[in-house]
């Protein structure tokens, strides 16, 4: 199993080439719901270059496992920000 490394964004470039992954990765903040975006400050938005919802992602066989809901790849560092939406107070 290869990993992805010829792709340009982080979060696809950590994934092995043959990864089901893959496919629900987006570009940019795309795989962040909108209601969770909002939560991100306006000035930083922009300095990632892919996401991965991974809680719907991994959701089939794994109902019960906790897990970050969101992989955002940091452009300008090519590294993986690990993103938790909490409905706590």
Do not use: C, Q
């Amino acid at each position: 199993m290869a990993k992805n490394s010829n792709k340009k964004t982080p979060v696809r470039a950590a994934l092995n080439d043959d990864s089901s992954l893959l496919a629900s990765v987006k570009n940019g903040l795309g795989a962040v719901e909108n209601s969770h975006r909002n939560y991100i400050e306006e000035g930083i938005k922009n300095l990632f270059s892919d996401s991965l919802e991974l809680d719907e992602a991994m959701r089939i066989g794994n109902e019960r496992d906790n897990r970050w809901d969101y992989l955002l790849g940091h452009k300008d560092t090519n590294k993986i920000r690990f993103y938790a939406v909490s409905s706590g107070n």
